[in-house]
């Protein structure tokens, strides 16, 4: 069953996109609830898994090499081969998100290493020797202008320059 997000529920969530740290009376006064009603809805939305409230890094400001890898898997492979697959992509240590998606390839990758060759070493890490997989692209990182539905305006004036 889907659930579906009122208008003050998705003001909250915004205001939380904003500023992870704000405060239920303070989003309470931005939206016209009380803290005690933000409290209850938010606790509610991470209750059911649609929010969770989590650290965003930007490997580019880091200084950090970061990559997206679009992975086709073998119509023939099996599902358990699949299925740990994505266990050991989503317990990989460098690996930052991880989505099934539709199209032309099955699995996009978000993954990032200290510098060029460490992350080198991390994907050939995760792509060696998959029996899954039937072809990938990489596409390296560069700059970092919006993530998580944030956009990050400092990275265009960084690019004006």
Same mark, same amino acid.
């Given at each position: 069953?889907k659930? =579906? #997000?009122?208008?003050?529920?998705?003001?909250? !969530?915004?205001?939380?996109?904003e @500023?992870? /740290?704000m405060?239920?009376?303070?989003?309470?006064? =931005? +939206?016209?609830?009380?803290?005690?009603?933000?409290?209850w809805?938010?606790i @509610?939305?991470q *209750?059911?898994?649609c929010?969770?409230?989590?650290? $965003?890094? /930007?490997?580019?400001k #880091?200084?950090y090499?970061?990559?997206?890898? %679009?992975? *086709?898997? *073998?119509?023939?492979?099996?599902?358990?081969?699949v299925?740990s697959?994505k266990? *050991?992509?989503?317990?990989?240590?460098?690996?930052?998100e991880?989505?099934?998606?539709?199209?032309? $390839?099955? &699995?996009l990758?978000? !993954?990032?290493?200290?510098?060029t060759?460490? %992350?080198?070493? @991390?994907v +050939?890490? &995760?792509?060696?020797?998959?029996?899954?997989?039937?072809? $990938?692209?990489i #596409?390296?990182g560069? /700059?970092?202008?919006k993530?998580?539905?944030?956009?990050?305006?400092?990275? %265009?004036?960084?690019?004006?320059k």
């Amino acid at each position: 069953m889907k659930t =579906r #997000l009122s208008k003050k529920d998705w003001q909250i !969530i915004k205001l939380l996109k904003e @500023n992870a /740290r704000m405060s239920d009376a303070e989003i309470g006064r =931005r +939206i016209g609830l009380s803290k005690s009603a933000v409290r209850w809805r938010r606790i @509610n939305l991470q *209750k059911s898994g649609c929010l969770f409230i989590s650290a $965003y890094l /930007r490997f580019d400001k #880091l200084g950090y090499s970061y990559a997206f890898i %679009l992975i *086709k898997l *073998k119509p023939g492979a099996s599902k358990e081969q699949v299925i740990s697959f994505k266990k *050991k992509l989503m317990d990989h240590e460098y690996i930052f998100e991880v989505y099934e998606i539709w199209g032309d $390839y099955d &699995i996009l990758v978000g !993954i990032f290493g200290e510098d060029t060759q460490h %992350l080198r070493k @991390n994907v +050939i890490e &995760i792509l060696q020797e998959e029996e899954c997989i039937h072809d $990938y692209k990489i #596409l390296v990182g560069v /700059r970092t202008l919006k993530g998580l539905e944030v956009p990050f305006k400092d990275a %265009l004036v960084e690019q004006e320059k």
